[in-house]
């Protein structure tokens, strides 16, 4: 698709050949509100190694609006993306939509693909930075998801749980994750609030972190226990020892929560420093 598109519905490859690249440099898209993800590859046959490179989507969510009414009336993705052996989502820019990034595999729990998402941008972000809720494995590098009212999501929905396997891994790979307070209905009344970085369950995988740094501005709307790092989570900063993975906590006090041994700074400077840093690097600076 030429430099310069302006999409204002869905671009979907539904049916995708192997070893394919999508090429959206340059693409803009308005397509949210929707009920279908803006960007769409391998919805309909899925095939080997499928890449998205570029884009940028901005949505228009009120932000008056909340938290369930997106959810039940708008619950789609930027970029869903269906492969078999291996998918990539790289350099795409997301604004103000329900979810970030969809990965899936051919089948629920095919275990027959897996991920590497790399310099996406997400910001504004209502629900998941990431819905890998078919818990697909694979390794997150080098992104920024600013704005995020829950980090990641592998949580499938109630009536369906599966095993994972135990060689099948989430790799966080210099990461910045920062939550983000959104309208939810509580009580019959409206509260700003925000999830957590991890939304788990059994059925995720185990968690690999390295050289990463995440915000977390309050107590989550759904408690501390929801704030913890998912069981079994290694923390690996063998790369990068004078920056080592940090939870920013803005809340006062101690981490509320399990933090699988990072360093916890009230300091958030250092959140925005990083931030600053991944924009120029990224070409995102004024």
């Known amino acids: 698709m030429a430099a310069g598109t302006a999409l204002s519905e869905q671009w979907e490859a539904d049916t995708t050949p192997d070893d394919v690249t999508y090429d959206l440099s340059g693409v803009t898209s308005s397509a949210y509100p929707a009920t279908k993800s803006p960007f769409a590859a391998g919805?309909?046959?899925?095939?080997?190694?499928?890449?998205?490179?570029?884009?940028?989507?901005?949505?228009?969510?009120?932000?008056?609006?909340?938290?369930?009414?997106?959810?039940?009336?708008?619950?789609?993705?930027?970029?869903?993306?269906?492969?078999?052996?291996?998918?990539?989502?790289?350099?795409?820019?997301?604004?103000?939509?329900?979810?970030?990034?969809?990965?899936q595999e051919s089948d629920v729990n095919a275990n027959n693909a897996e991920f590497f998402v790399s310099g996406t941008y997400?910001?504004?972000?209502?629900?998941?930075?990431?819905?890998?809720?078919?818990t697909v494995g694979g390794v997150l590098y080098d992104n920024l998801w600013e704005q995020c009212n829950t980090g990641i999501s592998e949580r499938p929905s109630s009536d369906r749980s599966w095993p994972t396997p135990e060689s099948e891994t989430l790799v966080l790979d210099r990461m910045l994750i920062g939550l983000y307070k959104t309208p939810h209905v509580e009580d019959g009344k409206t509260v700003m609030g925000e999830n957590a970085i991890f939304k788990w369950s059994d059925s995720g995988n185990r968690v690999v972190i390295k050289c990463s740094i995440f915000k977390v501005d309050e107590e989550s709307l759904n408690g501390t226990d929801t704030m913890a790092m998912p069981p079994g989570t290694v923390v690996d900063d063998s790369e990068c020892p004078d920056n080592p993975s940090t939870i920013v906590w803005l809340g006062g006090g101690e981490y509320p929560a399990w933090t699988a041994g990072m360093r916890v700074t009230a300091d958030e400077g250092v959140w925005t420093d990083a931030v600053r840093d991944w924009k120029v690097r990224h070409g995102y600076a004024p």
């Not at 899925?46 to 949505?59: E, L, N, P």
């Not at 998941?128 to 078919?134: K, L, R, T």
């Open 43 to 103: 919805t309909g046959s899925a095939g080997y190694r499928t890449c998205v490179v570029g884009g940028s989507i901005f949505g228009s969510a009120d932000d008056a609006k909340t938290w369930e009414y997106y959810h039940d009336e708008f619950n789609a993705a930027c970029v869903k993306i269906i492969a078999r052996e291996w998918m990539q989502v790289r350099d795409v820019r997301c604004d103000n939509v329900e979810d970030g990034i969809k990965p």
């Open 122 to 134: 997400l910001s504004r972000i209502r629900d998941d930075c990431m819905e890998n809720d078919y």
